[in-house]
């Protein structure tokens, strides 16, 4: 018994954080997806630290990233590597990431950046949430860290500004999905979306933060639409990385918001945030895993780490609130999105909904993306006017 | 006799993923609760080509083969066929999502009817080894208590059985035969081998002839002597992984980083193999966290990557030339030794000059 304990005791991620670095000197970066980085950024700066944001990922940052990590790993650590290397070397000495050992590769990334990085010859410091046990108490602990910070209102205006943040930005995307392919000048609402991205990272009290959501629905509703146009709709889903970040995936959301198709998306980062630090008796609503899991009852039994559960129940869930069409994103060589790619045929075909599995590595071609992206887009409006025809004939026959 | 045989209901196991190092145990739980069990056949081209056409193009080749086993049973008329999920082999130590997933993946691309018995195996969660037997036990409309035990014992004494074999040094193979039908048998004399190298590979890439291109007879034939995770105990691979300040994340590190780490740290090999399938997410870490460690030591290594495309005659070319690289490195460490040995005869020599004056 007492050999498993230590068995278990040695298995645990090193929290061996480095004191060498005095709270007022550090300068905290971590690796960019999408947009988190406006409200994290306010959370480190109210409580009094200093942020270095790097360059957003682009070829530059994915070639520097290919060079320095191993051949086999996915593209996600490969971005996450680039952006620690572009950070320290504009002058950051701590880095921050969350890990969630069990779910996939994504546990070894921290390890493995933090020894490349050493190998490198960068000296820094790392702080690593651990998603799995005591998250909140986890996270509170790593920002003391990092900031020493002692003042509670500090955390609490911290917390609330970075969390309003989240669903503010959130909310601006979700609206910027929906009104972009209805809009009747084009880029109206790219330009609206800028704009309040810029008015988010300038707020700075906890009222104006709280009422962002708001405004931003109030000021979307502005932008004159074409009401009667035939939008269809589809569900972008996958591994969470590649569907957040708009570099590796191309900004599919703009290719299909021009094409004139609505997206949405079912994992959002402020979500995913509530539904790991909240306590799970605050939680009224039914979580979207939860949902997630009652739909895929017919095609899976058990989770299988990673998103591929999410992934099955979502497909399932669209093609039962008649959704049009499936966007499936994958990073080459993603073991868990490998699995639901392999379960997606079935249930396009029992669902009768379509799937479309895009797979995204350094080496994706835009325009061969983009013509299968067209060709998809074809089928699924081709597949809406039939069933519209089909329904129309129905009503015509029980009028007559 | 032959109708007793007729009367009790077929179970088939797949030739495949956990076969190779499970087994003894399987046989024995199965066959004791009352089973005839059916293997699939071994694999072979025909057997992988049907396997492709199920899954889709980026599952690894391991995964392709399973499916072409199942295949292989149900062309075999057997309707049941245990498929387990093995999730985790420790408390937050999991195994890949394709091999946690198996059951999912097998139920979906397969359209023939057919009766899966799909256990689960997750420390993590608390399911441990007793909860996975009374779980396929319970799929398989048994209830009685004291038979599942019973079964239990026989299937971990036949796989003591086949372990200390193993260990000892029998070939996997002649190791398993031997654990089924219930003898024991001890390692044949071999002779010293110039060359020593260790293989980090998991157990169905490995013992696979067709999908390891028969990768330990083309060794031994070179004349070099091959140590498997199969040669050392659970405890020192563990405490090797620790030496190397490393951790267990992976349900097969043992098998791989935990092997090569112990036989390198001990200085009792003259280079590692390592063999994996294209696109294996778990080997991508494992093999480069080796490959850093063996650096460091000034220890060769090969890595070779196999697919269903893989050609016997690429893989050859490169094995050779990684032995021949390896005895030429030994010859020079020899060579190297020799002028004090020459010093050594040469006074030798000198004395007995002496004498004789």
Redesign the interface.
Known sequence: MKAKIS??Q??K?SKNMDNNISAKDRIIAWPRMGRIDIPLKALLVSLGAKVIIPPANSNEALELGVKNS?????VPYKLNLANYIMALNQGANTLMMFQA??S??L??YT??AQ?TLK?MGYEFDMVIFDM?QSKMKQTLQAFWHVTHCLNPFKYYKGFSLGFNKFFAVDEAQKQLFKIRPREINKGDAEKCYNKWLKIIDETNSIWKAKSLVKKIKKDFKNIPIDDKKFVPKVFLLGEFFVVLDPYINHDIEKILGDMGIEVERQIWFGDWLEGVLKPSFLNKKESHRARCVKYAKD????P???E?IETIGDTVYAAKNGIDGVIHLLP?????E??S???L???SKNEEIPVL?L?LDEQTGKAGYITRIEAFIDLIKRRRIKINEINKDKKEIINV | MSNIQDIKPKLGIPRAISYYNNFPFYYGFFKSLGFNIVISDKTTTKLINDGVKL??S??CLPIKVFAGHIINLLDKGCNTIFVP?I??T?????N???V??L???I???INRPFRMI?P?LDK?EGLGIKEFCFEAARQLNIKDEELIKSSMDAGWCMYNNFIEMAREGVSHKEAMENAISGKRTKKKIELVKPLSVVIMAHGYNLYDERISMNLLKKLEKMGVKAYTSLNITRQNA?DSI?RLDE???WANELDLTGTAAYYMLNNKVDGIIALSAF???????M??EIQ?HAKMRNMPMLHLTIDEHTGEAGILTRLEAFVDMLSRKKRKEFQKEQPKNKAVISKINEKRVLTNI
């Open positions: 068995e278990e040695l298995n991620y191993i051949e086999g790993i996915c050992p069990g996939c590769r546990g070894n390890k493995m020894k190998r799995y095609y899976m039994k058990r299988i780490g990673g591929c080459f060589s993603c073991m868990p490998i699995v790619q392999n379960i045929n079935k249930v599995s797979v | 899954v889709v980026d599952t999920s999730q985790s420790g408390y937050k130590i999991n890949c999502s394709k946690r997933g059951p999912e993946i139920r979906n691309i799909e689960t993590t563990i620790h951790i267990q994340y696109g294996c997410g778990p080997d991508s870490l093999v480069d850093y």
